[in-house]
Each structure stands twice: as C-alpha cells, then as structure tokens.
C-alpha cells in the first residue's frame, strides 16, 4: 500500500494518511516510518518524502528551546508548533505530544488540553506517557472523541524519578507488566501505542497481544511503525541513541554553508543588487538633482 499522500495531490473527500491508514498497513504486514518534527518548513519537506506520520514531540523542548530535558515543554508552544506542523504536511498524520505538567492534574484538565490539540493544534491524535494507573483518563479521552497514543516503556517525563533515563521490560516480570498495560490501554480506547527503549522480546509480546498499531521507538523491529528523532537522523545533534545513528551530515553541510555566506560578506561578493530607485527623479551617478 501507498502511503506517500504526496503523489498527487489528494482530493477534497481525501484526508490523507489517517488511523485507518495506520491499522490496514498494521494489518498488512508493512511497517511505516515516523518522524518527530517541530516546524512547518520541515514538516512540508518530510511529507513530499511520503513519511506518514510525524511527531510533535515534547523532544522539542531540546532540539528547538535548548533545555536540558522534556519536562521544559510549555504546553502553549507544544500547541503552537504542533499546528504550525500540520499546516505545513496537511495530508500527514501528526500527532501531538501532551506534555508534563499538561495532564497528571486533573482528568476534566487533561481532557481540555487534549482538545485543544486537536483544535488549536489541528493534531490527528495525542500522545501521553502512561502507565497501568492512567487507564481511566484514556477511558475519559477516548469518550470525549480524542484519539489516544499510549506512550509506554521508558518515559522521558518520570527521568527525574529515576535520576536519568533508562530502558525499560528488560525482565520477565517487567516485560509482563508493559504487555498487561497494553491490553488496557487498548481496552480503554487508546488507538495506538508508542513503545520506548525495551527489548525486542517485549516489541514482540504487545504486538502480539493487541489489535492496534504499535510503533517503536529503540523497541527492536517487531513494531508496525519506528520513530526517532528527526535531528538526530539527520546528523545535527552531538550524540545519538544507538538506535537512531545518522543517516545524513547536515550539521557539518549547514556548518560549511555557513562558512561559505561568512566568507562572500567579507569579500563584499554578495552578486546583483535586485532593488533600484523608481521614477525619473532618481539621482544618476555624477549628476546633482539640485539648481544650478
């Protein structure tokens, strides 16, 4: 099947890449790439690529705001980029990242921010970091009409519970627990899952155990769906997790470009000035607009 909404271009009565989209190539057997994404410029980019779905991640905290975690994501700018993201691959799933502090108050909260992202934002669907014990606010979400990405494994938003980030499922009893929350997850409502940084072994179980889309983030290769960090694909942070090595340089190409613009404004190389002066009256080379 496909997915590359960038074929052509997509009819009024075609939305593009949606849930259905996401299960049927699930159901198919035919992994799709995701992408996390923060911008409408690269968002444009990425869908003439055919990626089909692209992240809002709470990542952007890091990559766009240069803070030291993703608890640094304000959910005003979360919303913000999120549009700005779906207005530039409008036929691309986009999903919206709640982030902290955005949900773990209050349910009748979580469910207005949720909303918002899919008005203000215009996301297709958002995605909370959960475990066992949020299973009612993905009941409550999924009955308010919001569709649901269950974020399970290793939660970026709870580093600081852990002193740093870490794996997770790496145990018989451990990898029991992640499947067990994926069934209620799915139970629940949740319409896909998003599996951070555990074993294969565990990968395997939960798509084993549910019906729904299963995307993999450093989750091994029995995921429908893998995600990584679109600047770290690309080569412009200083180090990456191993499963997401870069398959492009643009850091040094952007670093030589920008050498390069350097050195023309030194030279004064800057080519054909485009903006002249209108009218008649416009003063010539050696000549003086005043009397005689």
Request: proline share 7%; with cysteine; aromatic share 4%.
């Amino acid at each position: 099947m496909n997915m590359n909404p960038t074929d052509t271009t997509p009819a009024p009565s075609n939305p593009g890449v949606t849930l259905q989209t996401l299960r049927k190539a699930a159901g198919n057997g035919e992994p799709f790439a995701c992408l996390t994404c923060y911008d409408a410029t690269t968002a444009r980019w990425l869908e003439r690529a055919g990626i089909p779905v692209l992240l809002v991640g709470d990542t952007a905290a890091e990559m766009i705001l240069g803070e030291p975690g993703t608890i640094h994501a304000p959910l005003d700018f979360m919303l913000m980029i999120t549009a700005a993201v779906k207005r530039g691959a409008p036929h691309t799933f986009v999903m919206g990242d709640m982030p902290f502090g955005s949900y773990q108050c209050d349910d009748a909260e979580a469910v207005r921010n949720a909303m918002r992202f899919l008005t203000e934002g215009r996301a297709d669907a958002v995605k909370l970091e959960v475990d066992i014990e949020w299973v009612g606010l993905v009941a409550k979400l999924t009955k308010a009409g919001v569709p649901v990405v269950a974020h399970l494994g290793s939660r970026p938003q709870c580093a600081k519970q852990e002193g740093g980030y870490r794996s997770a499922g790496r145990t018989p009893a451990a990898l029991e627990v992640i499947v067990d929350t994926a069934i209620e997850m799915e139970a629940a409502g949740a319409r896909m899952i998003l599996l951070e940084a555990v074993p294969n072994e565990v990968s395997q179980a939960v798509v084993k155990a549910t019906s729904i889309p299963v995307i993999g983030c450093g989750a091994g290769t029995a995921c429908h769906g893998q995600i990584v960090v679109t600047q770290d694909l690309l080569g412009l942070t200083d180090w990456q997790p191993a499963f997401a090595r870069p398959i492009a340089r643009l850091g040094e190409s952007l670093m030589e470009a920008a050498g390069t613009w350097q050195a023309k404004v030194a030279a004064g190389d800057l080519g054909e000035h485009p903006y002249r002066m209108k009218g008649e009256q416009s003063p010539q080379p050696g000549k003086t607009t005043a009397r005689d």
